[in-house]
């Protein structure tokens, strides 16, 4: 390798922290979209079910949690795309450090491209085109609806304008200031890493990389499958075919929803039916039956994520075991993915993160609903529904935690694997023929 190797720049403190932000808002996105569905699926039941203060009260929950979503999702949008460019200006800088410590290693394809160009700024610009879209159709709408009516609460309407017209010029501004190469000082950053790094010495060190992975290619011979392999064939069926079932539960409860929804009431502003005794019945059947559907594609899909998580983490295990041990060769393709998937601990600590506001967004207003309703078995609630709120917060913290635990020894594995078995980047992937082809091959190890 000419004296240099690829590796990993491992976050330092404060990029970690950045990345854990970043994760932490996406987990927040996702989870906000999950529990809206679930707070809607919810209130229909309740409301189907029950009658009385029960229904009243759960009607009120319901409202409350959905009105939740909108600042959730927006912190999650905030949080991903502000921490994301941080989180590349900080590797630029770790990476400089480490050019002046360990001048012999160079970063990989990935980490590369995220210090080039306006790569860590694409998510902000785009975050700000779509603001700077919404805002000027707001601007629009709000003109046209004050020049039709302008004694209707111009007041009112003369702030709508006032705040998106600022919003707009925000969003404008900050397009201006990403144009082009980037802001002076990242432009600058920039250059510094890549003269540090000198584009011969990695095209060098990438050649050197090729021949070596060819020679690893052709010498270990047929592709090996590790002990983790032997369940893994039936275990990727099961997380294939598990999750194609979850996600057509999920389509066919939202579908029996939808239809008992507009039987009750068959567009917005029209108001409730209610039907003769049989009808009535029909419709608690159906929504019955989807909520039934809805979670038993929770159960499967919480299933498919178990079983994928154990298949991972085997491997993974193994392959650990297996870098231990002397004369055992492995082709480079069979360790790409290990390369370029993120831990399962990251994955784990965002779906936690997930997990813990779609309780929030129900526990919240059922909180505060009990603290408020004249219902005295409601009310008894209450101090049950404080525990199970600090609850989802600590599961939401130890989450956060392990995410960026996550982050270090990610990059702490994948790196081992690197000076063990492979020098530099991942391989791009193969096409489904030789795939395939891969897979009808010998099972056995060899060694060199």
């Not at 510094?192 to 011979?221: H, I, L, M, N, T």
């Not at 965002?350 to 526990?363: E, F, H, N, P």
Request: glycine share 10%; with cysteine; aromatic share 4%.
């Amino acid at each position: 390798m000419s004296g240099a190797r690829f590796a990993e720049v491992e976050p330092r403190p404060a990029r970690l922290v950045a990345l854990t932000i970043a994760d932490v808002g996406l987990a927040l996105m996702y989870g906000t979209l999950i529990g809206l569905l679930a707070v809607i699926a919810a209130a229909l039941l309740v409301t189907e079910v029950m009658t009385g203060d029960p229904a009243r009260v759960g009607d009120a929950i319901a409202r409350l949690g959905v009105g939740l979503t909108l600042p959730a999702f927006a912190a999650g949008l905030l949080l991903r795309f502000l921490a994301g460019p941080v989180a590349g200006v900080l590797l630029a800088r770790d990476e400089l450090r480490r050019l002046d410590a360990r001048p012999e290693l160079i970063a990989p394809r990935r980490q590369r491209a995220l210090v080039a160009g306006q790569k860590p700024f694409d998510g902000l610009r785009g975050l700000l085109r779509v603001l700077a879209a919404l805002c000027g159709v707001m601007l629009f709408v709000t003109a046209i609806v004050f020049l039709m009516d302008p004694d209707d609460d111009p007041e009112i309407i003369g702030i709508v304008l006032l705040v998106m017209a600022a919003g707009l010029a925000v969003c404008i501004l900050g397009l201006r200031a990403f144009r082009g190469g980037g802001p002076a000082w990242w432009r600058r950053l920039r250059d510094r890493v890549q003269s540090r790094r000198g584009r011969d010495r990695v095209d060098a060190a990438e050649a050197a990389e090729a021949a070596e992975r060819a020679d690893r290619e052709r010498v270990a011979g047929a592709p090996m499958r590790l002990e983790a392999g032997r369940p893994g064939h039936w275990l990727t069926l099961a997380v294939v075919r598990g999750g194609r079932i979850a996600l057509r539960t999920f389509l066919i409860s939202g579908g029996i929803l939808m239809a008992a929804v507009f039987i009750r009431q068959p567009c917005r502003t029209c108001s409730t039916r209610y039907w003769s005794t049989p009808v009535e019945t029909f419709i608690d059947v159906l929504v019955l039956i989807a909520t039934a559907v809805a979670i038993i594609g929770a159960i499967l899909e919480l299933g498919v994520l178990v079983l994928w998580i154990v298949r991972r983490r085997l491997r993974r295990g193994e392959l650990a075991q297996l870098a231990r041990l002397t004369g055992v060769s492995l082709r480079p393709s069979e360790i790409s993915d290990e390369l370029s998937q993120h831990p399962t601990a990251v994955l784990l600590g965002m779906g936690g993160v997930a997990a813990a506001l779609i309780a929030a967004l129900m526990l919240v207003p059922a909180v505060v609903e009990m603290e408020r309703t004249d219902v005295a078995e409601l009310a008894a609630l209450h101090p049950a529904g404080v525990i199970a709120l600090v609850a989802s917060g600590v599961v939401a913290l130890v989450s956060t935690i392990a995410i960026g635990v996550g982050h270090v020894a990610g990059v702490r594995f994948r790196n081992g694997l690197r000076a063990r078995w492979t020098p530099g980047d991942p391989m791009p992937p193969r096409p489904a023929t030789a795939s395939r082809s891969s897979r009808q091959r010998s099972p056995k190890p060899t060694t060199r």
